[in-house]
């Protein structure tokens, strides 16, 4: 079986750590290049950040480009010269043009952490938590003009529990993604893959996550407290104020039998802190006030609550 020359364009850590496992499929694939977004300013020295698959490259001594923009003619002929057989896209924040989709022979793959035609567009994984899906997945699909629109190759399915978050599900998905993409490559070249069009009338959009929507509302439910935790967790966390002080609450569990104060009332059950939402207590097993260490609920207590 040939092997492909591959040209991957990549941004965050997912992509790290699917880059990390193809890296050591030398024997079906050479990566002639890895495209990234420019390295940004951030951090309190406002020193330039490179992205994780831009630190993983310069790592592994990978060809690295960060283009301001895909669209100019210099960057088009660039990848026409490498002459890859496909490219490979996650999560890269950029539209790529018809030009560009059309240079290498078996197109553009992207790799989509939902089940499409579900969720498509931005945060599907933290989409799937809002709703309380019990599962989730990942799609290998061929890229199209329209978001998220092209045909499904492969796809692969997985359960949610209860202790899953946004956090869990990324670092599953990397270590899935990986062989799925070496999968699909193999079934596309011995022609195994038939790509299935998807049903457009079943898609579902979703929506940038911003840092606000994580501010806990005392008039929501457990429910949708809790799931809200799962989404949000790492990015940008469920977090309220105790008093002056902000919190991001690192773990909790739901008691909906208890509610016996005004909405939105800190109290302690049984040395662990919690708060009155609209159908029970959220109990607060892991906390993390801002300017301190995380620590346990009774820590809380005993630091916070009891002074």
């Known amino acids: 079986m040939k092997k492909l020359r591959v040209l991957f364009f990549w941004t965050p850590q997912l992509s790290a750590d699917i880059l990390s496992y193809l890296l050591t499929q030398e024997e079906h694939l050479e990566i002639v290049w890895v495209v990234s977004n420019p390295d940004k300013i951030g951090g309190r020295g406002h020193e ?83 709703n309380g899906e019990a599962t989730t997945g990942l799609t290998i699909m061929q890229m199209s003009l329209g978001m998220d629109e092209g045909d499904i190759l492969l796809q692969e399915t997985w359960h949610i529990s209860p202790s899953d978050t946004t956090g869990t599900l990324f670092a599953l998905t990397g270590k899935q993604a990986g062989p799925l993409l070496i999968e699909t490559l193999h079934g596309l070249q011995d022609g195994a893959i038939i790509p299935i069009p998807q049903n457009h009338d079943e898609a579902t959009y979703t929506k940038m996550i911003e840092k606000k929507d994580g501010e806990l509302q005392s008039s929501w439910t457990l429910k949708e407290a809790y799931h809200r935790w799962q989404a949000y967790t790492p990015w940008p966390g469920l977090f309220t ?67």
């Open 241 to 307: 104020h105790f008093e002056n002080t902000r919190v991001t609450l690192l773990e909790v569990e739901m008691f909906p039998q208890w509610k016996m104060l005004a909405e939105g009332t800190w109290t302690i059950i049984d040395e662990t802190p919690g708060i009155i939402l609209r159908d029970g207590f959220l109990k607060i097993k892991k906390i993390h006030p801002a300017g301190k260490k995380p620590m346990t609920g009774a820590e809380f207590v005993r630091g916070f609550m009891k002074n």
């Open 48 to 130: 330039l950040i490179a992205s994780p698959v831009t630190q993983l490259a310069r790592e592994k001594n990978l060809p690295l480009f960060q283009p301001e923009k895909i669209k100019n003619e210099d960057f088009l002929n660039t990848v026409k010269e490498l002459a890859p057989d496909i490219c490979i896209v996650v999560a890269y924040g950029k539209i790529l043009p018809q030009i560009l989709l059309d240079i290498p022979p078996m197109g553009f793959l992207n790799v989509h952490t939902s089940l499409l035609p579900k969720y498509r567009w931005a945060a599907p994984i933290q989409h799937a938590l809002l």
